[in-house]
């Protein structure tokens, strides 16, 4: 028997909260949460950094069972993945029929160059965004501890775009800024990427199927020599060959794609002919496996095999800007 069933409490709806950091004092305010919600749902799941961890545990004595802690790197490694290993699990204890909240620290940082970081924060950002949908299901919880000492102000916003509740000393309160999914990814979607460096290792255009092979064989050897190899090697060729593929089917010839190093960081950039414009929402949500014809599959591909995947959709020109940092793709998955 579930614990809403055994109190008889009525169902909540989804809630997904973010608490922002300005000094160790405010994980006072997590320690009373973690408490609260130890008595409300089935399963209380945190999986934050030892920091926190050990400041949370000095404050706090004789949790019951039903809190479980697991370290940040069993679901922060390549963004996509951290979506979907949080996604999975709460559809699983749904399935179950149990109720869950799920508290977590990201970790945006490790293996990353400095470099890469804001456009990995922008981008995880956006998979919070769609998560407020994706999540859904269920009466379950997130709440997500951002740290504003180590996080810009612009991140710190968006945090409080994407998250529907905010976690203060009084509970939860509606977050004044949160901005629906689509209306948030739209605004993120028009903003033009960066150009590509003058000087890039390998700039190969196509104009159909034929040229598949060739790019494959470029961009293997390519990441080889970057010392990629094993799953991470085969799963970049795999990320580029989708979107080239997407970009001749849908967008249209030619299709030009270029690759460079970025510090630790291999990039690969796809442009088409714009055809069909990608929707800011494509690729963050899994594809049916029933329905081999169902849109977005190559991209959502794409977000799970890359680490960061950027998209500019614009007419004439759709661009899709997969980031592949070595530490993180070559990291033993758990």
């Not at 697991?70 to 179950?96: V, W």
């Not at 869950?100 to 804001?118: F, K, Q, T, Y």
């Amino acid at each position: 028997m579930t614990t809403a069933q055994a109190t008889g409490r009525p169902a909540t709806p989804f809630v997904h909260a973010a608490l922002v950091l300005e000094a160790d004092r405010d994980l006072d305010v997590l320690a009373t949460e973690l408490v609260r919600s130890a008595k409300l749902y089935d399963e209380v799941l945190v999986v934050v950094g030892e920091h926190t961890r050990d400041v949370l545990t000095g404050r706090l004595e004789d949790l019951p069972a039903r809190v479980r802690w697991r370290a940040p790197n069993a679901f922060y490694q390549r963004l996509g993945f951290a979506y979907e290993g949080f996604r999975r699990y709460l559809a699983d204890e749904h399935r179950a029929g149990r109720r869950v909240h799920v508290i977590a620290e990201p970790d945006l940082v490790s293996g990353v160059d400095s470099g890469l970081r804001a456009e990995r924060a922008a981008a995880y950002l956006a998979f919070e965004a769609m998560c407020n949908q994706t999540y859904a299901p269920g009466a379950s919880a997130v709440t997500c501890i951002w740290d504003g000492r180590e996080h810009p102000g612009p991140v710190i916003d968006g945090v409080r775009a994407t998250h529907s509740h905010l976690v203060t000393p009084t509970g939860r309160v509606p977050s004044p800024h949160y901005r629906a999914p689509e209306h948030y990814l739209a605004e993120r979607h028009d903003v033009p990427m960066r150009p590509p460096p003058a000087h890039v290792d390998h700039d190969i255009t196509f104009d159909g199927s034929g040229g598949l092979s060739g790019l494959r064989s470029t961009v293997g050897e390519w990441a080889a020599a970057h010392r990629f190899s094993g799953e991470a090697l085969a799963d970049l060729v795999l990320a580029v060959i989708e979107v080239a593929t997407n970009g001749l089917r849908h967008g249209g010839p030619p299709v030009r794609v270029r690759a460079w190093r970025q510090g630790g960081t291999l990039v690969v950039q796809c442009d088409d002919g714009g055809a069909c414009l990608i929707p800011a929402d494509a690729g963050y949500r899994r594809p049916d496996p029933v329905a081999p014809a169902a849109g977005g599959r190559g991209l959502w591909l794409a977000r799970q095999l890359a680490d960061v995947v950027t998209v500019s959709s614009q007419p004439g020109r759709t661009s899709v800007r997969l980031h592949f940092p070595r530490q993180i793709m070559m990291a033993e998955l758990s």
